[in-house]
């Protein structure tokens, strides 16, 4: 599990996060629900998933079969050893793994088959499962049996037609997202299902402006991960940085200019479902904004892991679910924000150089 299928979802996590943009930002609650009940009833709509299905699955198996063949993964040939039970359970644990996304697909399935009385169409898709997992543990037990160890860190013979952009904007999103993909994925999941949560949840009566900003305000605090992946990029990693004569008004606004960036796919998402209005977008935008960079702001003050990091987080959402409660206006909440931390990222930098 940690060693191939963490590695798969790290390794693919920008595939991973472009069928999600795909599937939350262009498809709506109507669509995903005639996809399954096309799915559930059309004669040939069990045919076309299992097609998806066993797509995705031969991505799995060609990755397995590619990933075990490079010279450190030498190590996974030992499990030859290893009684068959012990062997083939295990590798039906990791097929598991790898099949993540269309499991919980499945289970939204049987969720629409049960409300709409279809349960008699969905035992196909139990055997979808087994025939996916069987064929998952026959590529790993091939590859085990037949060992080829070469290196496949050859150079690509695709190349960009233009030059990589000489920007510091540009540099850390792509190191986090080559370098910490499973870190983006994860957390960008995390806040697409709160906000888009919030808004279904928002539609179900009538609610002023409180109710999406604090869910937003959840979804957008989510991304405290890449934050924290970022404040450890720059000063742990691209440890020249630092030395550069560049003023700290000049360092803070790059710093809010990618956070801005990390937070525009759910922002795009929520303008895309139209439940509420651009200009509240922008201002829970805003909100959201401001509370990350003071939380990177923090970071400055108190370095360390992230789970020390969680009382803060959760102090801080406190306060702010208190003053969005209290009908403090989301504009002037996000404007105290920014010059908040933008006053103490002046002093706790300089302090910390």
Not at 25 to 43: I, K, N, Q, S, W
Not at 91 to 113: E, K, T, W
Not at 276 to 284: G, P, Q, R, T
Request: hydrophobic letters at 50%; charged letters at 15%.
């Amino acid at each position: 599990m940690l060693s191939t299928v963490q590695a798969f979802f790290r390794k693919r996590a920008g595939m991973f996060f472009v069928l999600l943009a795909v599937l939350f930002g262009f498809m709506g609650g109507r669509e995903h629900y005639g996809f399954a009940v096309f799915f559930l009833t059309d004669p040939f709509g069990m045919f076309y998933l299992a097609v998806i299905w066993i797509l995705y699955a031969s991505l799995c198996g060609h990755f397995i079969s590619n990933l075990w063949s490079q010279p450190e993964y030498a190590f996974i040939y030992q499990t030859r050893l290893w009684p068959n039970y012990k062997r083939i359970s295990r590798f039906f644990i990791m097929a598991l793994g790898f099949l993540q996304p269309i499991l919980y697909y499945g289970i939204y399935l049987f969720s629409i088959a049960r409300q709409d009385k279809l349960l008699q169409h969905f035992w196909p898709v139990l055997i979808i499962y087994f025939l996916l997992s069987t064929s998952l543990i026959f590529v790993a037990e091939w590859r085990i049996r037949y060992p080829q160890l070469f290196n496949l860190k050859t150079k690509s013979s695709f190349a960009w037609p233009f030059p990589r952009p000489v920007s510091w904007t540009y540099w850390s999103i792509e190191w986090l997202i080559r370098e910490r993909g499973l870190t983006f994925l994860c957390c960008k999941v995390g806040a697409f299902g709160v906000i888009i949560c919030t808004l279904i949840y928002y539609q179900t009566d009538t609610y002023d402006i409180r109710l999406p900003a604090i869910g937003f305000s959840l979804g957008y605090l989510l991304n405290i991960g890449l934050s924290f992946e970022l404040f450890y990029w720059e000063n742990e990693i691209w440890l020249w940085n630092s030395s550069l004569p560049i003023s700290t008004g000049r360092r803070f606004f790059r710093i809010a200019m990618i956070h801005a960036f990390l937070l525009l796919p759910e922002t795009l998402i929520a303008i895309r479902y139209q439940v509420i209005s651009f200009l509240e977008v922008a201002h829970l935008y805003s909100v959201g904004l401001s509370a990350l960079l003071l939380f990177n702001t923090y970071l400055y003050k108190r370095s360390g892991l992230l789970e020390d990091m969680m009382k803060p987080v959760l102090t801080g959402f406190i306060i702010l679910t208190l003053m969005i409660l209290y009908k403090i206006p989301i504009p002037g909440i996000a404007l105290m924000g920014l010059v908040t931390s933008r006053y103490f990222f002046g002093n706790w930098y300089r302090k910390s150089v």
